[in-house]
């Protein structure tokens, strides 16, 4: 079973849309997770941080279920600025981050 | 500017030729690690180092070697490229447990 996994896409989404990634991990002994965003031939950057009692940053909510080893992101009135890829990513060990392949969104208007 | 700074953006290499890509932080990040990103199998780890003069292998390490001399640079090196090695790599740092991790631009090599 993979680390992390994630939906790849691509989500196709018209402005105004709200829509929702989903990712799940392995390994029940995580202690950070993440989302990144990464546009196309660029490099990652912090999306923001998960914590378990979920946490919102204007458009974007982060939740987290450590019971079912999930983590989701939700992202309101979409814009086309939104288009990315974004990475789950979770912490396991003291150092070691572990990135999920991504999901792609496309915003259509 | 607080910055992780790889170089070259891009490099087209032929087989057997060895390389050096380089990676300066200027954060005094204890934390700094390589990836490489291919399409399809995500961001998998290299090389990582936990402080100067301390390294470990990551996921996919064969072919690569790294050394952290100093704190703020940590170059990724292929004695002797091969077509397989084509791929977008990048170097992050961080500063401790649960914290953002901070990407290069990115380095394309292409090996002929």
């Known amino acids: 079973r993979k680390e992390v996994e994630q939906d790849p896409g691509p989500f196709n989404v018209p402005e105004g849309a709200t829509v929702a990634f989903n990712c799940t991990y392995s390994n029940s002994a995580s202690q950070s997770f993440f989302w990144y965003r990464q546009d196309c031939r660029k490099e990652p950057k912090l999306l923001m941080s998960?914590?378990?009692s979920g946490n919102e940053d204007g458009r974007f909510t982060a939740q987290l279920n450590r019971a079912s080893q999930y983590i989701s992101l939700l992202i309101r009135d979409s814009k086309l600025s939104d288009s990315a890829t974004y990475l789950c990513v979770v912490r396991l060990g003291s150092y070691q981050l572990t990135f999920g392949k991504g999901t792609k969104l496309s915003v259509i208007p | 500017e607080a910055q992780v700074t790889q170089n070259p953006r891009y490099l087209i290499t032929v087989t057997g030729k060895k390389l050096t890509v380089t990676c300066s932080q200027n954060m005094n990040h204890e934390y700094m690690s390589w990836y490489r990103q291919d399409p399809g199998l995500g961001l998998r780890q290299i090389y990582y180092?936990?402080?100067?003069?301390?390294?470990d292998k990551g996921d996919v390490p064969e072919g690569y070697k790294v050394s952290r001399k100093e704190k703020r640079n940590f170059p990724l090196i292929l004695e002797s490229p091969s077509p397989n090695q084509t791929s977008l790599y990048f170097c992050a740092s961080r500063l401790f447990l649960g914290t953002e991790a901070f990407f290069g631009q990115g380095t394309r090599l292409t090996v002929v």
């Open positions: 180092s936990m402080n100067v003069e301390v390294t």
């Open positions: 998960v914590y378990s």
